[in-house]
């Protein structure tokens, strides 16, 4: 998989996995995060997750819709968190391999075209 911008991920769509395919490389893994803002590696590489802070409870619920509107139009689907009413996070990977596919990056870059309202400093 070579790396690509954000731009031309989110023109692709998600592509089914049911397994049979190896798991991204680490190194792969982190060539494409360097285009994709804020995103990092976690569970020994085999997630990528972004954190936000938002301006409050219903902020949160409403990123979390939206997240859920483009996670089901593409099949592919995050692990959401909210805690503590205002820190919200998405954690990707593809569950059928167990790591990181095409998918979770192509999903990333789509997640971070959404309106968020975050906590003004």
């Known amino acids: 998989m070579a790396a ?3 731009e031309q991920l989110v023109q692709k769509k998600c ?3 049911e397994g049979g395919v190896d798991p991204c490389p680490i190194d792969q893994a982190r060539d494409q995060l360097a285009r994709l803002e804020g995103w990092r590696l976690t569970d020994d590489g085999k997630r990528i ?3 936000w802070t938002v301006k409050n ?3 949160g619920i409403a990123f979390f819709r939206r997240c859920a509107e483009v996670a089901e139009e593409d099949g592919h689907h995050p692990d959401l968190h909210l805690e503590s009413f ?3 996070s998405v954690e990707l ?6 790591g990181l596919s095409e998918n979770d990056f192509i ?5 971070d075209q959404l309106p968020i ?5």
Do not use: D, N
């Open 57 to 59: 409870f219903m902020a």
């Open 4 to 6: 690509e911008s954000a």
């Open 15 to 17: 592509k089914p996995c």
């Open 117 to 121: 309202e975050l906590k003004q400093e």
């Open 86 to 88: 205002r820190k919200v």
């Open 49 to 51: 997750r972004k954190e």
């Open 93 to 98: 990977w593809t569950h059928a391999i167990g």
């Open 107 to 111: 999903l990333a870059a789509k997640i």
